[in-house]
């Protein structure tokens, strides 16, 4: 008895298409007293063995993406004009501490509509075992006189992300900066390491950012090394 009820308990837990493995041994079976069911008994372990592979594909075929959004608005000391073009992946080794990039295409040799680059993927992103990847990012807006641009990077098989970013002027010469970021898990993996995108952990980075980008704009040096940079 103890047995059936947990036989049927696991079933019941089981998606239809697992179910099918358990469902063929029920079958053969015909009924928990005859005795064509002891003889079934040795397949059991192979059912649930079948069952639990299915039931990995199924959850595997329905991966749902994680999504995460944030928003920032810094103000910087130097008009849109300035900032603007400081917001280059060639400009951004001049302000940035650790930045690194490899430009891929650009017909200007900086930052315009369609530029393609790469960054190291920081090491703390890596899972143990696994070769650390590249980051790839294509500008997808750019449009200077509205002093707005926009870029897409994806770490392939974890997350891609969509970056916008929109200066506007201030009555004190200063800049409103908006920026806006958007994480989409293309993985389980890449899910997990979303649940790590806090409000908390979004505001450390982007206030190193507006840190790192102040100082340049007041001084005209880079700060000291940092690991952070805004991906």
Same mark, same amino acid.
């Given at each position: 008895m103890a047995f059936s009820v947990w036989f049927c308990v696991a079933r019941a837990l089981l998606p239809a298409k697992s179910r099918l493995y358990l469902n063929s041994v029920w079958v053969r079976s015909k009924a928990w007293g005859n005795k064509s069911f002891f003889a079934t008994l040795p397949t059991f372990p192979r059912a649930f063995e079948l069952a639990g592979r299915c039931l990995l594909e199924e959850i595997m075929t329905a991966f749902t993406s994680y999504r995460v959004t944030h928003e920032f608005i810094q103000t910087n000391p130097a008009t849109p004009e300035k900032v603007f073009f400081l917001l280059c992946p060639v400009r951004e080794s001049d302000w940035l501490p650790?930045?690194?990039? #490899?430009?891929?295409?650009? #017909?200007?040799?900086?930052?315009?509509?369609?530029? *393609?680059?790469?960054?190291?993927?920081?090491?703390?992103? *890596?899972?143990?075992?696994?070769?650390?990847?590249? $980051?790839?990012?294509?500008?997808? #807006?750019? #449009?200077p006189a509205a002093f707005r641009i926009a870029f897409v990077w994806i770490n392939?098989?974890?997350? $891609?992300?969509?970056?916008?970013? &929109?200066?506007?002027? +201030?009555?004190?010469? &200063?800049?409103?900066?908006?920026?806006?970021?958007?994480?989409?898990?293309?993985?389980? &993996?890449?899910?997990?390491?979303?649940?790590?995108? +806090? &409000?908390?952990?979004?505001?450390?980075? $982007?206030?190193?950012?507006?840190?790192?980008?102040?100082?340049f704009l007041r001084t005209g040096r880079k700060m000291s090394a940092s690991s952070d940079h805004p991906s």
């Open positions: 650790g930045w690194q990039c #490899d430009l891929i295409y650009s #017909d200007s040799g900086i930052a315009e509509l369609g530029c *393609v680059f790469t960054t190291p993927n920081p090491p703390s992103s *890596v899972a143990h075992g696994e070769a650390a990847s590249e $980051i790839t990012w294509i500008v997808t #807006d750019y #449009d392939p098989g974890h997350i $891609i992300t969509e970056l916008r970013i &929109q200066l506007a002027a +201030t009555e004190q010469k &200063q800049t409103r900066t908006h920026i806006r970021y958007r994480y989409t898990g293309l993985s389980l &993996q890449g899910n997990l390491e979303l649940e790590g995108y +806090t &409000q908390k952990w979004f505001e450390a980075k $982007i206030q190193n950012w507006e840190t790192t980008i102040n100082s």
